[in-house]
């Protein structure tokens, strides 16, 4: 069977309709950071109308053995769904403490937009409130972009009335139709309860419509009209014009367009775009005129028959009428995002619901996997994370076409999303609620006999909420990929991440966590369902222990597989299995302060769609790539200005050093790093500030960090401001890559690095051992000798601070990549410093017969010094045994000097 064919004959709940509507935006948004919420759902419950009602004490109690906490009702196309047809499910899901979503005709589908909606609304919800064994209700699922402020408005108006209830809406995956074709803007106003009438445009015959323009809105990107798609062809041109008032005194903007004569549901609301600042509480005037062609006439331009907005009046030929013409008004985005992404931001902002559940299925068609999969999950967490609400998705427990969906594949999907953050996940699907269509691989049969696939269903639930305990309360803070190809729309792990895979080709994921008190979790995940993996993680820094959330007792139990000496973690992950891992309390992976850091800017360009947002300054990412491009300022771009980036680092602590990373993506190496700029700090975001660096007629900078240390002290908030910007191509921007803060300064970064000997190429080059990449990766593995190979002798690598500095400390990071771990670390070394380039050199540390070292920093500390120059001399050195030959080289991954 076609799974996308049921998905979309039974699954999709298209209501279409052509009442206009009213409502805006969202209430009070609930925050996905330590919900304490986590959910395992199934869709649908036992029907009521298929051959007999289902909802059976004993089927329910199958329900809830299967670990279910959660079922959703669907209206069916039989009989009538209402409070008396529900009530045996109502019952038996009660009894069996489940929650069922119940599906009520009235309620279920139905879009909000005028004050007779909500009445009926309330009407049909009150014997539901009144009961209080019914905990939820269905509301839509897969609303369509066209429909979002209807159901939006349902939803809200629902929660309202009913506050103590749940509702269900999922949304669409990231399909590329225009049933996500979300508008350009921001709704900021709607008169969508102007309906009921119509009226005619020719161009003889103009139409209006005065606007008043709330509080707090200074710009109109666009506005939308309903518009009868068949009458307006392809031939008819219409203008919208913005005047300053009816009198028409001054045209401030207008948009041309043109109609298509489709029947398709967007169509019929058109999109205007004015791109035009305002004025709060001022009105202005639209005006609507047709040009001709056609057959010059236009119908079906929807108003209301009474006054309906008491901010203006529709116009007919620039006659004031007591009626109003339905309009909504758009301000610019808060996040120039895809069509998906603003799909996603409507339903937040529009309904003010706490979470975003979508469908995305992986197994559908023969042997071929769904290749925005994990592309879909990526965006939902991100719309999730911005607007700090939970997500979750459908879970696919269905056959494909021509493809059975096995356990592994199962564990999986439910892996996949887990190392995402998911935290409400639903089975599609447990029941087969349609005999006229083939549903095969669900959990029970039409008659709610088990089936096989009911205890693999059970065994994963199990698990879910197992770990759901830990879940519950954490939010994802970077979800990486690693292998020989990573996903479509996903991120690859970064060099300096704190654990990784020793081979990083292994199909990898990596989810990072934190809980309401900070302690740091991991989950690490199979992405291959077909073959079990066994790999080793390295861990650096190297927790002091590791322990694992157990997926039978959801308690804390040690990590047999960890060892806190090398920081090597070795499991074993079945096919698409995840497993969860906690750090010791108190323990921070990130040298970088800046890492979780929150970020605020004068003006910023947040378009997740192009890649520019703050939460795209401090994403381990410290190069211009696609789709993170980094921060950029977005305001008053025609004149140099003023702007500036902060981060709040959490709590006061010792900081000491600022490193600034440009863009240096080609043909834009450099672009938007300032001339004149200060770094302040200040233990409050009100100040007083202190400034600890001051630049003046900054040069263009090259492809390479800039780098700024001074005297350590104490701050949480760190500021970076551009009193003199860099001008390209007209637009006066501050931009960065990547902003990190570290508590010492390394003096190792800029300085200038020399050795006796080098291997240069893609991989290898003396500038790396201090490109500020702790681990060795392709393209980044460090620094190697190499004269004299064939044997023993003395190798050296130095640096020159640029000034005389006070140290302490340097620290040496091995080869760590995989099957080279320690490799060319000297046997017998010093290191030495010096005032000047010739000496004298005082030897500040002296190792001999020094033990081949794990992955992990070998860190040596002295007496505090007075110098400029800092050189590591291997007397004895190690033979490579992986290299052909077995030569004699030194080798680090990094070498920093504090």
Request: glycine share 8%.
């Amino acid at each position: 069977m076609n799974l996308e064919k049921v998905v979309v004959t039974i699954k999709r709940f298209i209501f279409l309709s052509i009442a206009l509507f009213t409502v805006l935006s969202g209430g009070s948004y609930a925050s996905a950071t330590g919900t304490g919420t986590f959910e395992v759902g199934g869709f649908w419950q036992p029907p009521i109308y298929v051959g007999a009602d289902y909802n059976t004490n004993t089927n329910w109690a199958n329900i809830a053995a299967a670990n279910i906490d959660v079922m959703t009702g669907v209206r069916m196309w039989a009989g009538t769904m209402n409070k008396a047809a529900n009530e045996t499910g109502i019952a038996n899901s009660y009894a069996n403490n489940v929650k069922l979503q119940v599906s009520d005709d009235d309620i279920t589908g139905k879009l909000v937009y005028t004050a007779a909606d909500i009445a009926a609304l309330q009407t049909a919800l009150t014997p539901y409130k009144n009961d209080s064994r019914v905990t939820g209700i269905h509301i839509v699922d897969e609303p369509t972009a066209f429909q979002m402020e209807g159901f939006a408005n349902a939803y809200k108006q629902a929660k309202v009335f009913a506050p103590n209830m749940d509702y269900y809406v999922n949304m669409l995956p990231n399909v590329t139709d225009e049933r996500v074709q979300a508008p350009y803007g921001k709704l900021f106003l709607s008169n969508s309860g102007a309906q009921g009438s119509g009226s005619t445009i020719t161009s003889t015959h103009s139409l209006g419509q005065t606007i008043m323009i709330p509080a707090g809105t200074q710009y109109l990107d666009g506005v939308d009209l309903y518009i009868d798609a068949t009458q307006w062809s392809s031939s008819e041109m219409l203008i919208l014009r913005l005047w300053d008032s009816p009198a028409k005194s001054l045209l401030l903007s207008e948009a041309l367009a043109l109609g298509t004569g489709n029947n398709k549901d967007p169509d019929y609301y058109h999109y205007f775009q004015l791109s035009k600042a305002v004025t709060p509480l001022s009105t202005y005037y639209l005006e609507l005129v047709h040009t001709g062609g056609g057959d010059n006439s236009i119908g079906g331009i929807s108003r209301s028959s009474t006054n309906v907005y008491t901010g203006g009046a529709a116009y007919e030929n620039g006659v004031s009428q007591s009626y109003d013409f339905f309009f909504r008004l758009y301000t610019t985005r808060d996040n120039q995002g895809s069509n998906y992404e603003n799909y996603l931001d409507d339903w937040i902002q529009y309904s003010g619901a706490n979470y975003i559940l979508y469908d995305s299925y992986n197994f559908l068609y023969g042997s071929s996997d769904n290749p925005s999969y994990f592309q879909n999950a990526e965006l939902v967490r991100s719309r999730g994370l911005f607007h700090d609400v939970l997500y979750g998705g459908f879970l696919q427990s269905l056959d494909g076409d021509t493809r059975t969906v096995t356990m592994d594949m199962m564990r999986w999907n439910v892996y996949t999303l887990l190392t995402y953050g998911a935290k409400k996940l639903n089975w599609y699907t447990y029941w087969r609620p349609d005999p006229s269509v083939s549903f095969n691989g669900t959990a029970v049969d039409d008659n709610g006999t088990l089936l096989p696939r009911y205890t693999q269903i059970q065994t994963l639930n199990s698990e879910m909420r197992k770990l759901g305990g830990t879940l519950k309360d954490l939010t994802s803070l970077r979800v990486y990929h690693t292998g020989t190809t990573i996903p479509m729309g996903t991120k690859s792990l970064p060099p300096n991440f704190f654990v990784k895979p020793a081979d990083l080709t292994q199909p990898v994921m990596i989810g990072y966590f934190k809980n309401t008190s900070g302690r740091k979790y991991v989950m690490l995940t199979n992405r291959d369902y077909t073959a079990s993996k066994t790999v080793s993680f390295n861990f650096s820094p190297n927790p002091a222990s590791i322990t694992e959330i157990s997926k039978t007792t959801g308690l804390e139990v040690s990590a047999s597989g960890y060892n806190s000496t090398t920081g090597i973690l070795n499991i074993t992950l079945s096919p698409g299995e995840g497993r969860l891992f906690a750090m010791p309390s108190g323990f921070s992976p990130n040298l970088n302060l800046a890492a979780e850091a929150t970020v605020t800017a004068s003006s910023s360009l947040e378009s997740s769609n192009t890649g520019w947002g703050k939460q795209l300054v401090n994403d381990d990412q410290r190069n211009t790539v696609a789709g993170a491009l980094g921060w950029q300022s977005n305001s008053n771009v025609a004149a140099n200005h003023t702007e500036s980036i902060t981060v709040d680092l959490g709590n006061a602590t010792t900081v000491g050093e600022v490193d600034l990373f440009q863009r240096n993506d080609a043909g834009n190496v450099g672009t938007g790093f300032p001339i004149d700029f200060t770094i302040k700090v200040a233990t409050s975001s009100s100040g007083p500030w202190t400034t600890v660096v001051t630049k003046t007629g900054y040069p263009l900078t090259g492809n390479v960090s800039q780098w700024f240390a001074f005297t350590p002290l104490t701050a949480r908030y760190v500021k970076f401001e551009a009193t003199n910007l860099r001008v390209n191509a007209g637009e006066y921007r501050l931009q960065l890559s990547e902003f990190e803060v570290y508590a010492a300064s390394n003096y190792a970064k800029g300085s200038l690095v020399t050795s006796t000997s080098s291997v240069e190429n893609s991989n290898w080059g003396v500038a790396k051992a201090a490109d500020l990449t702790r681990n060795s990766v392709s393209g980044l593995m460090g620094w190697s000798s190499n004269s004299n190979t064939g044997t023993n002798h003395t190798e050296a690598i130095s640096f020159d601070m640029q000034q005389t500095r006070t140290i302490s400390e340097v620290d040496l990071y091995p080869v760590n990549n995989n099957g080279n771990v320690g490799s060319g670390f000297p046997i017998d070394f010093t290191v030495q410093v010096a005032a000047n380039s010739g000496g004298p050199w005082t030897t500040v540390v002296t190792r001999s017969g020094y033990v081949l070292p794990p992955g992990l920093v070998q860190s040596f500390t002295f007496a505090a010094q007075t110098a400029r120059y800092v050189k590591v001399e291997g007397t004895s050195l190690r033979q490579i045994t992986t290299e052909s030959g077995l030569p004699y080289r030194m080798q680090f991954a990094e070498v920093e000097i504090h």
